[in-house]
């Protein structure tokens, strides 16, 4: 293993997994902590998706870092932070803390942290990450049920939940290329800066950030902070080139599970029940109150054999502010992953082996209910949505989208692409 990655969300693992692969490195994707026994032998970059975004800080820490250690331990020679292209978290973390440790067990006086990916419109210009053309406290983030953005100032939000001084490398210091970026963080290093913001808004630039910081042993950021990290071994000669594993997508029955209320996974659920798919919608309060279960939902689904189902719980702010009203905004959000994972497990039992899902927390909760320990990264269906397929006894395929990912009729072309 020559890269090791840990990131805080199932589907944002995939991203970076897709990234790697697709940039030449023999990627494998660890589902959850890593069993000591796991054969990597054969993998250049090991990605190991923990669900650690929102639960607590220090939980989210003592992960993180068993996770890192496992991957030095595996030879890692460097280590990325993969977190949300907007950032997802809150003033209590789990980014900064989560920073902060893997700083301190590397021993790292300067880390750099970018979550810019342009080709989904999340760019970081003077320290501030826009979302297209919005600054991200004006995009729909500033609604997110779990981890709602209220300020696209990266200095100011990284700042509260980091014990680091935060600097900034600006946009003017990028465009010049890897020598002046490496500059910069020597720069920034000597000033007493712990972490410094790196502005980004071209993949060419994302790819000099990553020729820069060859010699970090931490790297902190979206999935395009890794998109020049594979050059960096290539060009020292470490990178063996081999074809590619032949994906091989299992028979069975389809799924499609919506658990993010992002714009997009509503438009794509919109787009969906347009073009005829039978729809079922669950929401936490219906749980909550059993009128809803998983038994009924596995039904409604097993007994529609001709179509692809899809369940969804997508709902716009306001039903979801009355849900989390009456239940609390985290067990609003945990009732939903547990009947989609419960529901996900019951139907694996019935042959069903294709699940496209959408959702960061969402795909955490039913890879876990599946039981998943290993994915391998197939063709890619948006961008950062691969198609996936377990590596595992009863191997089944799954797409796993993050909310604000793929175009309106993402859950077609997923389809599609499997036929
Ligand atoms: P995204 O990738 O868009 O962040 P996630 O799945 O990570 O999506 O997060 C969405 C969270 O919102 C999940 O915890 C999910 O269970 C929760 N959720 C889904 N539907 C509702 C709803 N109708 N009301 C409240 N919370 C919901």
């Known amino acids: 293993m020559l890269l090791g990655a840990v990131a805080d969300d199932l589907t944002g693992a995939t991203d970076l997994a897709l990234m790697l692969a697709r940039e030449g490195m023999r990627t494998i994707q660890v589902v959850g ?75 790292v006086p300067l880390a750099i942290a970018c979550p810019a990916f342009p080709t989904n419109g999340r760019t970081v210009y003077q320290g501030h990450l826009f979302v297209g053309d919005m600054l991200l406290s004006d995009s729909p983030m500033k609604d997110h049920p779990l981890t709602p953005m209220t300020d696209a100032n990266l200095m100011r939000v990284l700042g509260a939940q980091s014990k680091s001084t935060i600097g900034l490398v600006p946009f003017i210091t990028v465009a010049e290329g890897a020598a002046a970026i490496r500059a910069a963080f020597d ?5 007493g800066c712990g972490v410094v ?39 020292a000669g470490k990178l063996r080139t081999s074809a590619a594993a032949e994906f091989r997508v299992p028979p069975g029955r389809g799924v499609i599970f919506a658990g993010s209320c992002s714009a997009a996974t509503r438009r794509q659920v919109a787009h969906a029940m347009d073009a005829g798919l039978p729809a079922l919608r669950i929401d ?30 997508s709902a716009d702010p306001q039903d979801v502010a009355a849900a989390q009203e009456a239940l609390g905004r985290h ?11 419960s529901v996900a497990a019951a139907l694996r039992e019935r042959g069903f082996s294709r699940f496209i899902v959408a959702g ?60």
């Open 187 to 191: 720069a920034a290093r000597q000033r």
């Open 33 to 107: 902590a890593p069993q000591d026994d796991l054969d990597i032998d054969e993998a250049d970059a090991v990605v190991v998706a923990l669900k650690s975004r929102t639960i607590p800080a220090a939980e989210a820490v003592e992960l993180s870092l068993a996770a890192t250690e496992w991957l030095i331990a595996g030879g890692a020679e460097q280590i990325v932070f993969k977190y949300c292209s907007t950032f997802d978290s809150t003033p209590k973390g789990n980014i900064g803390p989560v920073l902060d440790a893997l700083q301190a067990k590397l021993g």
């Open 331 to 341: 067990a609003a959000g945990e009732i939903v992953e547990t009947l989609l994972g």
């Open 360 to 419: 960061g927390e969402t795909s955490g909760a039913v890879v876990k209910a599946l039981g998943v320990p290993v994915l391998r990264i197939g063709p890619e269906i948006d961008p950062g949505v691969p198609w996936t397929v377990s590596v595992d006894d009863c191997p089944v395929a799954l797409a796993l989208k993050s909310g604000n990912f793929g175009s309106d009729d993402f859950f077609l072309k997923a389809w599609s692409q499997l036929a």
């Open 284 to 313: 936490p309060l219906s749980i909550a109150s059993g009128k809803l279960d998983v038994p009924a939902v596995v039904e409604w689904i097993v007994s529609r054999p001709e179509a692809l189902p899809l369940v969804y719980s």
């Open 197 to 235: 913001i790196v502005d980004a808004v071209t993949d060419d630039q994302l790819r000099a950030i990553g020729e820069a910081a060859a010699d970090m042993k931490l790297v902190t950021g979206g999935s395009g902070i890794a998109l020049g990290l594979p050059g960096n071994f290539r060009r």
